[in-house]
């Protein structure tokens, strides 16, 4: 199984940036698709950048230009990686807890083809980590 764990989380304040990290491990696969969700309180979780094995990205218009999803492969392990969320010019409206998560390669066709991350195409997920901007 995928497993994920994210870290980076904190306080900032508007305009700050925070890089936040998923230490990702289990994959039998070299195609899938990562991405990067938020809850903030009372809210759905909301897509906010994915990334395929075959490095298409998207990004949810909210954070176009201010977020950028990368991954790093581990050396001479493909079951292993770590997945990053650069975060510039937050916002309050950033506030939210952020969830790493795995899906098959087919999630990112599903994305382009309707232009939203629906977390039903994902299939692992991370335990969150707290985003806060004042």
């Known amino acids: 199984d995928v497993q994920l764990v994210e870290s980076g989380g904190g306080s900032v304040q508007a305009g700050g940036s925070l890089r936040l990290s998923c230490a990702a491990s289990?994959?039998?696969?070299?195609?899938?698709?990562m991405g990067w969700f938020r809850q903030a309180p009372g809210k759905e979780r909301e897509g906010v950048a994915a990334?395929?094995?075959?490095?298409?990205?998207?990004?949810?218009?909210?954070v176009k230009g201010r977020f950028t999803i990368s991954k790093v492969n581990a050396v001479n392990d493909n079951s292993k990686g770590t997945l990053y969320l650069q975060m510039n010019i937050l916002k309050a409206d950033d506030t939210a807890l952020y969830f790493c998560?795995?899906?098959?390669?087919?999630?990112?066709?599903?994305?382009?083809?309707?232009?939203?991350?629906?977390?039903?195409?994902?299939?692992?997920w991370g335990q969150g980590t707290q985003v806060t901007v004042s």
């Open positions: 289990g994959f039998t696969s070299t195609s899938y698709t």
């Open positions: 990334l395929h094995t075959d490095g298409t990205t998207y990004y949810a218009d909210s």
């Open positions: 998560a795995w899906g098959p390669t087919s999630a990112m066709p599903a994305i382009q083809a309707r232009g939203i991350m629906s977390p039903l195409w994902f299939a692992a």
